[in-house]
């Protein structure tokens, strides 16, 4: 038998900054943020060569020694995609602020609100645990944010 380690991810978020991490290694570490961690699960893997499809079925298992029950990982994975949906539209925004001319100060805003889903991104990323209260307050409070800066940019 051989152990195959895949890192199996969703899309990496529109992140202004893309930066590597403190341990990585030179040429074989991915920026971050990077995009969250599939759920443990079955899955089916499809490899289409020349028209053909080739299937292949998946079982995706937790590290044994996380101990994190799978309706906190739901929950972790849930938040995670709500911050990259909102990192996304933050991200468009922004472009289409800067291929306006738009205001400096939405400019300002946009790149600090970026920012900082990044960073909360980053911190519910940044473990296999249930995101803390204190993590769902901060993505509320960042999705006020982006609510009081949408109508904003339409005017633009």
């Known amino acids: 038998m051989h152990r195959f380690i895949w ?9 202004i900054d893309r930066e590597y991490p403190i341990a990585a290694i030179y040429r074989d570490t991915p920026r971050a943020p990077r995009g969250a ?5 079955q899955y089916k893997l499809n490899l289409v060569i020349a028209g053909k499809t080739y299937s ?8 044994p020694r996380i101990k ?7 929950e972790q994975l849930a938040l995670s995609l709500r911050l ?5 539209q933050d991200y468009d925004a922004l472009l289409q602020v800067r291929q ?9 805003s ?13 911190v519910i990323q940044g473990s296999d645990n249930a995101p803390t209260t204190q993590a769902k307050a901060a993505v509320a409070d960042l999705e006020g944010q ?11």
């Open 7 to 15: 890192d199996l991810r969703y899309a990496a978020p529109k992140a």
């Open 37 to 41: 961690l599939v759920l443990p699960g």
């Open 56 to 63: 292949q079925p998946l079982t995706l298992r937790m590290d």
């Open 68 to 74: 994190t029950p799978m309706p906190g990982l739901e």
């Open 84 to 88: 990259s949906d909102l990192m996304e």
């Open 100 to 108: 306006s001319n738009g205001p400096v100060e939405l400019k300002n």
């Open 110 to 122: 946009l790149e600090k609100l970026n920012r900082d889903l990044a960073h909360v991104y980053e």
């Open 146 to 156: 982006w609510k009081q800066l949408n109508p904003k940019i339409s005017v633009h």
